[in-house]
């Protein structure tokens, strides 16, 4: 790398720019643009736009290929104009080891001298008759200190800058006046004054990389985001920034690009990466939700923005300072307060200790300033913050996004979770494995042939697909469409009426009446079973669902269903279980196939035959010994438990209403629903042991000094050691949080 790098101008307002420290980097037309920020980015994009409107107008959308040109065709959108290609320059590309900025620079010539200065100041104690260098030293440091504070831009999640300063100028000034005085605590003071300048910054420079890294993360997410979208505006498609759409428009992507916003898909179909740095690709057709940041892999989509700009899922919780997970968690939130307002508390009670053992005016003060610095602990605070803000962004990467600070905290407290089985632990695309006539209705035979029994299962196949036409239950379409593979006409049944959870009564082509769905209705409809129970009950055990099939009063048939476990469900419960969370199958299946579900799932906690109406009671009970409940499930399938939920996490609901639910996903996998759950979980947790550690030697610290065991320098050291345990414990719980 060459040790000077020509300076650029920026191609928004013109003004000289280093590239090697520019706010925004693209690539347009193959070549390098350096700008000062977002803002001269979004203009000069515009501008490129406006002035080439022309051609753009009578670009052609590409070539669609295969059945997906049908698709595709179904967006009728006017001529669609040409996004500039935008390649943003992440912070990932950017050089290992660029040169410092200037402002970087003074910042690290600034920490050095403080450093220096305070060090200097203990290590001249072994040279007698340097007293006043001493003072002067602790004086210097202290100016030093509050050169850098001043220089250094402070963050939503760092302490008031004045916890720091006060308690340091208090000592560096009666340090000065005690050593003018001749008091015999002037040197003492002025260790204090030293040490505390010197860890003060030692900690904060510890600390620094950690939080730049973070930061850096955060502005490549947004960075990433901040793409121009087609809005159709006024009849036809215009360019515009992400940032400029407002709620309720509509979006076109095509293959290859960015979706900028969060919305509903309104036509089309496509495959598309679901969220920003996902692995893996899905499909979205009309109706789905989709977040800012998934990418259309091919054919193209309209989508209708629900969120925008700083209010989008992946933002929200990023852009906005006072909203951030590390800022305004109840834990980081209250943790930080207690700092601020409980180091000055504590410097008041050490001050009390020494002003009733009748210590001097300046042991008094002194005291005061020390038990304040043990007990100011940056390090804690900016921990627990640093947590929170890394196990956001590792949610964030696993499709994960939280309504707010609270919802991550509240979904960390989870005890209990429930789990609904359908499309949540099985995959929702039940098949038919067995089709049996029983009793002796019509169906029935005593010695009945091959193509007598196929004969059978025809007619039973023909009245369930009848009766189940028009419903979207996956049972009914697990029906439906193995009639058509076999070539079965439904029966022409009339006044169907479905019964959510328990069935559905028709009137079949005969004339009799058609009841089919599980033990619950036929009680209902006063049809016995009893001719069926025993194989009911072994196709049950098995962990099939079993439909029954009444004609005419009496029971003629069963049709039995499976479903699959989803993929990742058993080492999702598995993780529950680590965590400490317990695991409930919520189910509306008979009582012998939700626990054949349950213990191929290790849950030993079911809930059986429960039905949709009666799901927010249930969630209501699991609840009322004061444990949290968290229900995972989809937003229209399991609206009941998941609106009783204290976490509710609803999964492929991401884009579509964040203010809903706690949690919204941008997958089905419920593997990724379970980590909503632990990783704030976690967080939580190392954040506890942290604090602890950083926090306990300043409080050991503030009582030997209160009462006269240690010197006042014991506080800034007692923080140095705080702020090493706690640090050496963050990175060892990272490594176990990777592995």
Known sequence: MPDE?????????????????????????????????????????????????????????????????EV????????????????????????????????ERVRAILDYAGVLFGVLVVVLGLVDGAEGARVALAVCAWLVLTARTWRTERDAADLNPLVTILPTAIAAGLAAWAQASGDSHAMAIADLAGAACAVSMVVDRLAAGRRDRVAAERARIVRSLDVPVRVVRAGELRVVAAAEVRPGEAVVALAGEVIGVDGIVSRGQARVVPWLGAGTEVGRREG?????????VSNRLQITTTWSGRDRAWVKLLCTPSSRVDVAAPMAKTLRRA?????????????????????????VVASFAAGVIATTSSTAQGIVALLYARAHLRALGRGIAYRDAQAFERAGAAEIAVLSARGTVLLGEPEIVAIESVGSGPLSSDAPSKDSADAQEAHLLALAAGAETGSSHPFAVAILRAARARGVAPDHVRNPNGFPGLGVTAIAST????????????????????????RVSELQAQGRSVLLVALGGRLVGL???????????????????????????????????CSALGRALDIDHVRPEVLPRDRRAEVLALGEGGSVVAVVGHPIADDQALGAADVAVAMDAAGATPGEWAVALASHDVSRAVDALIIPRRATGHAKVASVLALGPGVFALLAIAFGVAPFAAGPVATLFGALAAGVYVRFARNISAA
């Open 5 to 69: 790098v020509p300076e650029a101008r920026c191609p928004g307002c013109g003004r000289l720019v280093d590239p090697l420290r520019a706010g925004q980097v693209a690539i347009l037309e193959n070549r390098f643009e350096y700008f000062c920020g977002a803002e001269c980015k979004q203009t000069y994009l515009r501008a490129r736009v406006a002035s080439s409107h022309e051609d753009l107008a009578t670009a052609e959308p590409p070539p669609v290929r295969s059945r997906e040109a």
């Open 72 to 103: 595709a065709s179904t967006i009728q959108v006017p001529q669609v104009p040409e996004v500039p290609h935008v390649q943003t320059v992440t912070a990932a590309a950017a050089p290992a080891e660029r040169p410092l900025s200037g402002r």
């Open 288 to 296: 789905d939700p989709i977040v800012a940041g998934a990418r259309v």
């Open 339 to 363: 700092v601020q307002w409980g180091a000055p508390a504590a410097g008041v009670l050490a001050a009390g200790v020494a002003l009733a053992a009748n210590g001097p005016f300046a042991q």
């Open 511 to 534: 004339g009799e009446r058609l009841v089919i769905g599980g033990r619950a209705i036929m009680l209902s409809e006063k049809i016995g079973g009893a001719v069926a129970e025993a």
């Open 559 to 593: 049709i039995a269903l499976q479903d699959a476990l989803r993929p990742g469900a058993r080492a999702a419960v598995q993780k529950l279980l680590d965590a400490g969370i317990e695991p409930v199958l919520l189910s509306g299946e008979s009582r012998e196939t």
